[in-house]
């Protein structure tokens, strides 16, 4: 099983960018699929991007699509989120998860392994 911790949130102004970064730990973090969510307060937790082991399956909502990438370097055990174009709209909690399935990465059930998230705050 892995550890996650993930960091590079803050705030950034409408328009801006930041990178995320999702650390792990563990010898078999090659294996697993990463997913990036978010948690705006008040509101359900919601998939924002998710990447398989070998980062040749990348999966987007559609609210992302365009302006968030996600790429993972295994040599790092480390996984990103670039996020270009932010909007006030993208302010939340930004959580990285694992998980050894190849399905449904859109739902957080499907992840068992949490990170203890990062804010991102998108000012207008």
């Known amino acids: 099983q892995v550890q996650l911790s993930e960091s590079g949130g803050g705030l950034v102004q409408s328009g801006g960018s930041l990178r995320l970064s999702c650390a792990a730990s563990?010898?078999?973090?090659?294996?697993?699929?990463i997913g990036w969510f978010r948690q705006a307060p008040g509101k359900e937790r919601d998939f924002v991007a998710a990447?398989?082991?070998?980062?040749?399956?990348?999966v987007y909502a559609d609210s992302v699509k365009g302006r968030f990438t996600i790429s993972r370097d295994n040599t790092k055990n480390t996984v990103y989120l670039q996020m270009i174009s932010l909007k006030p709209e993208d302010t939340a909690v930004y959580y990285c998860a694992s998980t050894q399935s190849g399905s449904r990465w859109y739902r957080p059930q499907t992840f068992d392994t949490w990170g203890q998230g990062t804010l991102v705050t998108v000012s207008s």
């Open positions: 563990g010898r078999t973090f090659s294996s697993y699929v």
């Open positions: 990447i398989n082991w070998s980062g040749g399956s990348l």
